[in-house]
């Protein structure tokens, strides 16, 4: 017969068990759950045997009660706690590294009209840096002024910026070529089909009076002609004429000026201003003369004139130390009832002369900027500024460089209402 005893059941908690094997073995009669009794007081749980299941609301409340207590204890415990990464504010992304801008120490300018397109204007620009920042040498590029854009990467000219003498200097050749002279030891030319600077070193080395012997190199004075001078290593200065391969000393120079004729020398214009004798720091009058153009080679010397007297008594001092008699014809004043005051001629040609001047010795006004017919030396136009410096004219008209500014003053002949600055 079956014997219950007063145990509690693990389970349910039930207190009445039916014994199986020998009063070791018994079955709660509430929740069918079996269990070994080893010793008095003593319960283990023993596998789950076939019969009747508890029931499935009491197993999904105890699971729950678990899972509740299992999350309970993670909450309270600061070591499992993982808290979501901060987002990183936008300040503090920092963009990657990018090489410094090269520091360059001295920049030249040069505007030319491209005769590789149709007279197109072209700024031509050459830097040297020291070192400071960035590597030490010489670059060059090119700026389209049509365009307003830079043509190519810049042009690595010389790794290096010279101890004794640190210059960039241009000069431009009445044929058109354009040459760069480095530190006085370098000598480049302008390619201008390629827009690209080449060695111009080997135009020495094939003239037999400079080969292997040239220390120096300088650009040379427009009253000169198309010459460089040229130092060789035995101290003497030479002018190198490279369009017409000359490199005459200065006694030779001299003899050249009054023999030397171009095959293509023809008789053209010259202005200047002359300065009142007295001083000269008065009044300067504009005179016009005739002389001989001889191209690439050798030239009429120039310099200051000097002019005296009033009304019909006035007359022009010709110095012959300054300009040779037999490149010289005519003299005259160009403008005889105009005062002129810190003037200079910026451009003359066939069809215009440009002078830049200050109309009274006040120094207070401002200057002008004046375009005269070469023939009748009637005013086409007036530009009232300091707009001094050089003056390139292109197939867009007249372009401006003052320092490092350039503007456009002109569409061919039309004045513009105001200067624009293109660089």
């Known amino acids: 017969m079956a014997t219950v005893r007063p145990m509690i059941c693990p389970q349910c908690g039930g207190r009445e068990f039916l014994s199986l094997e020998q009063g070791t073995r018994y079955r709660c009669l509430s929740c069918n759950s079996e269990f070994l009794v080893e010793s008095v007081g003593a319960v283990s749980v023993p596998p789950p045997a076939g019969g009747k299941k508890a029931s499935p609301f009491r197993w999904l409340f105890v699971s729950l009660l678990l899972l509740l207590v299992a999350a309970a204890l993670v909450w309270l415990n600061p070591s499992h706690r993982r808290q979501a990464p901060a987002p990183v504010p936008a300040a503090s992304v920092r963009p990657a590294a990018t090489a410094p801008t090269p520091r360059y120490d001295l920049q030249r300018l040069m505007l030319v009209a491209d005769p590789a397109a149709e007279g197109s204007p072209l700024l031509l620009r050459v830097r040297g840096s020291f070192g400071r920042r960035g590597p030490a040498g010489y670059v060059a590029d090119v700026y389209d002024l049509r365009a307003k854009t830079w043509l190519h990467e810049p042009q690595r000219l010389q790794e290096g910026v010279g101890e004794a003498v640190r210059d960039a200097r241009f000069q431009r050749m009445s044929d058109g070529r354009l040459f760069l002279v480095l530190d006085k030891t370098r000598l480049f030319s302008f390619d201008f089909a390629s827009k690209v600077w080449v060695d111009a070193r080997p135009l020495l080395e094939q003239q037999p009076e400079l080969a292997g012997s040239v220390v120096q190199i300088e650009t040379g004075y427009p009253a000169e002609g198309d010459a460089l001078r040229v130092m060789t290593a035995d101290g003497v200065r030479r002018y190198f004429y490279p369009g017409v391969h000359l490199a005459p000393t200065y006694d030779e120079l001299t003899r050249l000026v009054a023999d030397y004729r171009h095959p293509e020398a023809e008789q053209t214009y010259g202005f200047a201003f002359a300065v009142k004798a007295h001083g000269g720091v008065g009044p300067q009058l504009l005179v016009r003369y005739s002389r001989l153009d001889n191209k690439n080679g050798p030239r009429v010397f120039s310099g200051h004139l000097e002019w005296s007297g009033e009304g019909d008594g006035r007359h ?108």
Not at 355 to 367: G, L, M, R, V
Not at 397 to 406: A, E, H, P, R
């Open 316 to 423: 022009i001092v010709v110095h012959k130390y300054i300009f040779r008699q037999a490149h010289l014809g005519k003299v005259e004043f160009f403008t005889p009832e105009r005062r002129y005051y810190r003037a200079s001629v910026l451009h003359a040609d066939k069809e215009e002369v440009i002078i830049f001047f200050c109309p009274d010795p006040n120094p207070n006004t401002p200057f002008l900027l004046q375009s005269l017919d070469p023939e009748t030396a009637a005013v086409r136009w007036t530009l009232q500024g300091k707009y001094g410096g050089e003056i390139c004219k292109t197939a867009d008209g007249l372009y401006l460089q003052q320092g490092m500014k350039v503007y456009r003053i002109s569409d061919g002949r039309q004045l513009l209402a105001t200067p624009e600055q293109v660089f």
